[in-house]
């Protein structure tokens, strides 16, 4: 039975398209100046929690001397690209009113989190959370999904993962997690709704047949 349904942050609860945020300004360069930036090994150890954003700026001004007007205003704005997707909102509202516990599990530095939490206060009204720049891990790292486990006292049997990277959700799948892929939101909501009800739907069956409700 699933009892957890966690997700992701990013391209899940709030968009993060750095590319279209930012081609307006850039133009044709725009796709290499965001990798430059967002695709740099320093990106990802900020949302470890291992570089601080001044040291990232530091690195990648060293590493781009000629783009450096460009990367510091990147720098300076790349927070105002993450929105809220709201049908995300109503399905967690949903969820919780049905008995749900509800978790996040995020590739996130502590500046993007206290931002997002800021300003989209309620997708961290959850019953908890994990965070890379928290623990010094990403995911994939299976290290950060045993650590949500641990914490929480949950069962990765009983619960459903929900991210836009399909590596991340194949290793939580290894560890026992049910998951699923993010696509179209909308989309993407009826196939978490049909998940749910189908796993309801099977454990009211074995209850059934072995005369013993199972939990």
Known sequence: MIRNVIFDIGNVLVSF????????????????????VFGSKEWALYDQGILTKEEVEKNLLDTYPKDKDAILYILAHWKEFMKPIMPMKKLIEELKENGYKIFLLSNISEDSYLYLKREYPY???VNGGMYSY???????????????????????????????RKENVDAAKALGFHGMIMEDVDVTCDRI???????V???HLRAHETGAYLV
């Not at 623990?135 to 290290?143: G, L, M, V």
């Not at 709704?193 to 796993?199: D, N, P, Q």
């Open 17 to 36: 398209h750095p590319v279209e945020y930012f081609y307006p300004v850039f133009k044709e360069k725009t796709e290499t100046l965001c990798t430059y």
């Open 123 to 125: 997708f961290f009204d």
């Open 134 to 164: 928290r623990i010094k891990r990403n995911k994939p790292d299976k290290k950060i999904y045993e650590e949500l486990l641990s914490v929480y006292g949950i069962n990765a049997s009983e619960s459903l993962f929900l991210d836009d």
């Open 193 to 199: 709704r049909k998940r749910l009800k189908e796993a």
């Open 201 to 203: 739907s099977y454990t």
